[in-house]
């Protein structure tokens, strides 16, 4: 299924064999690829432009005053993000594979996930069954203990673009449930295998590290700088910036269980008031059918003052994570 002709061909990436555009963003292309030497698989390469031209925004490119002046993305972010994901190693995070550049891009070659974005499925299933959304907010969450907890980094773009997932082949449960005509390829919930982590929509990943940030030392795994003479804003940032995870992971379980995010507007300026506030609702009908204990998990992940938001710990405690679904816990 190679499209030939349509794909560019990028200087020092002759290894790789493109095969599609998976996704594109402002600075950078991802594909599908394969391994021209047929070492390794299938992969994702994030193709990122070092140079941005300044006339891509706007009316303004078409003002002669504009030039084209190229503006350097900050080389420093993009071997950040490299730096970060060369720390990791989780079944929840996508894998770094390989890293190179060449004069005009940044290549960074990455674990395929072949399932794509998490937003697509919510958009595909209009929205998530209970037991659903908490198998997959319950995998992010442990990636997300993995990154905060064992390697002190947080992500800070957690979202449904930036999810992403393997489908695993499909296991059948003791007593699948018929499915309705035309509803055949609709994800049965039944059909995922608690404790595997695996199943229904399969194994979800935690990618794009563009914005994330060490919080402390993965080496000494204490906070950066001298313990006792660390400053209690330092103390207290790192503790903020994962709370702001914590926040994220509740818009991603939020939207998941009802299918669209707790905060909107057309408006920027009154969508930043309304986050600001915290000003969201379990809106009717929509929320009706949704338990309490899952709208108590959501307001306690979405409370405005990081002191009192809950922890990755305090998360995994909830009792609407712990329950299980005995009719599709599967007989060991
Ligand atoms: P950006 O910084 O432009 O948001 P991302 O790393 O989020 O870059 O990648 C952009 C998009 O490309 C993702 O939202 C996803 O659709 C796709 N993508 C990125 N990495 C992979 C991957 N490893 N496997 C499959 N698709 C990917
Ligand atoms: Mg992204």
Redesign the pocket.
Known sequence: REIKGKLPKYPGLERWVLLEK???????N?Y?ARDGTGELGE??I?VVRKYEMNSSQGVNHLHPDVKKQPKTVERTNILKEVQIMRQLDHPGI?KLIDFSESRQFYY?V????????L?HQIVRLTYFSENLSRHVITQVARSLEYLHEERGVVHR?IKP??L?FEPIPFIPTKNPKPRAPGDEDKVDEGEFIPGIGSGGIGRV?I????LSKVVWDSQTTTPCGTVGYTAPEIVKDERYSKSVDMWALGCVLYTLLCGFPPFYDESIQVLTEKVARGQYTFLSPWWDDISKSAQDLVSHLLTVDPEKRYTIKEFMRHPWIRETDEETTPAA
């Open positions: 998976m996704g594109d963003g402002a600075f950078s991802v599908r992969v994702a994030k996508v960074i990455l674990e395929l996930c072949s399932g794509g974005e937003f773009d673009e930036n992403l990943k990618a794009d590290f563009g």
